[in-house]
């Protein structure tokens, strides 16, 4: 069994709090707008990290992650792309990859809005764990965390972080 921690949209911003929710994980994957290096460094020192780069993240990013991650954890074919869209309403981007080959867990970041989503068309799990940095219109910083056992996508948990108000503590803004 493997167990995930999920987020998207950090915008630059660390949490002391990633670390605490993380620690009990095997991996954390990161949906895209990771803002900087050093938050991609620190989230790599904490756990195996599996990332792809979003439409706000620099040059050094990009070179480092690609746009769309295909891999398979356990069982499960995981297609990971920021800008993805959902279930009903796909970014053209990945639409035509999503029905030539549906993978089984969909992952995507950009909107900030945290959905879970079953696809009963592509027989596909959609996850967007929302927006952890405090950029962006959202009210409340989330995160996701689950399982992958075998071919079973399980225990998944949403966790609020806190509302975007307080102070922000930025690494590496450019």
Known sequence: ?????LLSDTHSYWDDKYEKYFSECDEIWHAGDIGSVEVADRLAELKPLR????????????????????FKCEEVDVLMKHIGGYPGCYDPSVRASLF?????????????ILKVLYDKTLGCLHINPGA???QGF???RTLV????????????EVIEL????????????R
């Open 162 to 173: 806190g509302d975007t108000l307080r102070p922000a503590m930025y690494l590496g803004l």
């Open 100 to 112: 030539a080959r549906p993978p089984r867990l969909f992952i995507s970041g950009h909107s900030h």
């Open 51 to 70: 990332a792809v780069y979003g439409n706000c993240d620099g040059g050094d990013l990009r070179y480092r992650f690609s746009e769309k991650y295909r």
């Open 1 to 5: 069994m493997t167990r995930i921690g």
């Open 145 to 156: 965390r689950f399982s992958i056992d075998g071919t079973e996508i399980k225990d998944l």
């Open 138 to 140: 959202h009210k409340v």
């Open 132 to 134: 952890a940095g405090q």
